[in-house]
Every structure is written in C-alpha cells, then in structure tokens.
Antibody, heavy 121, light 107 residues
C-alpha cells in the first residue's frame, strides 16, 4: 500500500522559513514525479510545485516561484519543500501527492494527510 | 493560467438522486482533466482522470465526460458517502490549476 506522510508543519513568523517533508513508502519512489498541493483554511486546492522522479526538473506556481524550493532524496524516499519569505497567504494545509507514471503533465493519484503551516506573528 | 470554473457552487440533493457537476475551462485542455472528492478533514481523493477514466476504487456510479472546455461529473444515484466537495483539475500544461469546488450537500 502506498503511504505518504507529511511532517514539519507549524507556526512561523512572517518573513520566516520552514522546511516540510513527505516520507513515502510502498512505492519505488524514484520512478514517480511528486507534487505539493496546498489548501488555505476554508478554501480550494492550489497546486504549488512538481518535481520529476530523478529530481532533474522542477515546476512552480507563480505564487511561490523564487520563494519555495522542492527537492527529493531518492535514497531515503523523501520529498521536501523549503519555504522562505513566508507570508500570511502561505497559511495552509500542505499535501504531498504522487503523480502517476507515464503522464506528460500531472494529476495526483495518491495523497498524504497533509501538514499544517501557519504564518502569523 | 487556465482558469477552471465549477458550477453550481452548492448542489442540494437527496440520497438516490442524480448529481450533475460542471467544470468549464478558460481555454481548451483537451481531455487533460481530473476530478477529486474531498470530505471534511480529509485529503482529496482522485475519482476520474483523462476526463472520463475512473481511478482505481472509484464506484461506477461516478462518470466523467467532456473534452476541450466543458466537462461534467455525474453521480448516477447519490449514496450517503458521496456528500462532499468535488474539485476539477486541469493538467494540460506544466501549471496545473483547480476549480473552486462544488459542494454536494444533503437536501
């Protein structure tokens, strides 16, 4: 069974930084692109970023480009999201999600339960 | 950015009724459209991909149709566990976008 478990969320001050993680199990991790999707309180879903299986290519939403960095360690089957210059608009539940194989662009077929990031003074 | 507009915002129906949810794209996304179901406090769950293909585990009362700019998710007969929020998502380019969601509530 595929499992994605996010961790590292918490309260951070405006302008601060935070790194969240997603541990994967039940899959050959390096075969799959992975994504982060966020959901602000009471709002809809927003795609944040995708990284290819090798980690060689990354893609970002305009709202986080230049502030967030996605990476992965295929030796420990873990996905990361480094978030800098955080603002109140970044407050959300952050979901880690797996992209199916052999797709040109991404939809997400397995999701973690999410980790909550709150940006507030 | 491709904008997805879902309608209606809320659908009030009774168990056993048919639900028809719409998703309209601001430009063609071919068949690169997925539907997700989200229940309160839970992560989204993939229901439909490529506009009309059911994901593993999706009951056959769920069906997707459409291509280009107009898409529909149909739930043929609502069951208690189907009352939730549904999101569409396009993946026609490297910047995926979601619709704002349709809430299906018990009438």
């Amino acid at each position: 069974e595929v499992q994605l478990v996010e961790s590292g969320g918490g309260l951070v001050q405006p302008g601060g930084s935070l790194r969240i993680s997603c541990a994967a199990s039940g899959i050959t991790f390096n075969m799959y692109a992975m994504a982060w999707v966020r959901q602000a309180p009471g709002k809809g879903l927003e795609w944040v970023t995708t990284i290819t299986g090798s980690g060689g290519s990354t893609y970002y939403a305009d709202s986080v480009q230049g502030r967030f960095t996605v990476s992965r360690d295929n030796f420990v089957d873990t996905l990361y999201l480094q978030m800098n210059s955080l603002g109140a608009e970044d407050t959300a539940v952050y979901y880690c999600a797996k992209v199916p194989p052999n797709v040109y662009y991404w939809y997400m077929d397995v999701w973690g339960k999410g980790t909550t990031v709150t940006v507030s003074s | 950015e491709i904008v997805l507009t879902q309608s209606p915002g809320t659908l009030s129906l009774s168990p056993g009724e048919r639900a028809t949810l719409s998703c309209r794209a601001s430009q063609s996304v071919s068949s690169q459209l997925a539907w997700y179901q989200q229940k309160p406090g839970q992560a989204p769950r993939l229901l439909i991909y490529d506009a009309s293909s059911r994901a593993t585990g999706t009951p056959d009362r769920f069906s997707g149709s459409g291509s280009g700019t107009d898409f529909t998710l149909t739930i043929s007969r609502l069951e208690a566990e189907d009352f939730a929020v549904y999101f569409c998502q396009q993946y026609d380019n490297s910047h995926a976008t979601f619709g704002q969601g349709t809430k299906v509530e018990i009438k």
